[in-house]
T-cell receptor, first 112, second 115 residues
Framework: SQQGEEDPQALSIQEGENATMNCSYK?????LQWYRQNSGRGLVHLIL?????REKHSGRLRVTLDTSKKSSSLLITASRAADTASYFC????????????FGTGTQLKVEL | EADIYQTPRYLVIGTGKKITLECSQT?????MYWYQQDPGMELHLIHY???????EKGDLSSESTVSRIRTEHFPLTLESARPSHTSQYLC??????????????FGEGSRLTVL
């Protein structure tokens, strides 16, 4: 099964609410990254958190990493309609040869 | 905006045709990747390269082949396309020389439909 699995698969919220997405993985990692994909487009990098970090912020994004539970969460605060997209976590597996393994993705819809 | 380009964006072809999906980047990145994305959104790594004359198969077996003759160019070829090859193909690049894998820069993707 996938190295990274995300939960929920789909999320629908109102503008202004917070959105939380979770990612679980199976093996030791060097870092974990979050990406965003608008429909039919390529992926865009949002944030990278290393295995020795626990929390990172970037604008309205907050990422946490719990290596003991092999899980990460992405929080988008004060969501906007423009945040509607698919969000993916990706893991750089230790000894994995410098390539990323992507999770299954969460489809976020932010309604006005 | 990432300086990585994929052509064509959309391609509809008949079974048995040979196709090449082009990917070029102007950032001087040594590492390049091809991912296949199915309709359920999941991305699968099918090929990657650490630099010129370096190519490796990814985690998902693919009938496609790649070449890396120049740093900036990483084309993907299907010798004989089949309907099972219908998918979105995403090219990406990243810097090398780091202890871990850094940020990937993605192209806009090539959506292939084989009839």
């Amino acid at each position: 099964s996938q190295q990274g699995e995300e939960d929920p698969q789909a999320l629908s919220i109102q503008e202004g609410e917070n959105a939380t997405m979770n990612c679980s993985y199976k093996t030791s990692i060097n870092n974990l990254q979050w990406y965003r994909q608008n429909s039919g487009r390529g992926l865009v990098h949002l944030i990278l958190i290393r295995s020795n970090e626990r929390e990172k912020h970037s604008g309205r994004l907050r990422v946490t990493l719990d290596t003991s539970k092999k899980s990460s969460s992405l929080l988008i605060t004060a969501s906007r309609a423009a945040d509607t997209a698919s969000y993916f976590c990706a893991t750089d597996i230790t000894g994995g040869g410098n390539k990323l393994t992507f999770g299954t993705g969460t489809q976020l819809k932010v309604e006005l | 905006e990432a300086d990585i380009y994929q052509t064509p964006r959309y391609l509809v072809i008949g079974t048995g045709k040979k196709i090449t999906l082009e990917c070029s980047q102007t950032m001087g990145h040594d590492k390049m990747y091809w991912y296949q994305q199915d309709p359920g959104m999941e991305l699968h790594l099918i090929h990657y390269s650490y630099g010129v004359n370096s190519t490796e198969k990814g985690d998902l077996s693919s009938e496609s082949t790649v070449s890396r003759i120049r740093t900036e160019h990483f084309p993907l070829t299907l010798e004989s396309a089949r309907p099972s090859h219908t998918s979105q193909y995403l090219c990406a690049s990243s810097e090398y020389g780091r202890a871990d894998t850094g940020e990937l820069f993605f192209g806009e993707g090539s959506r292939l439909t084989v009839l």
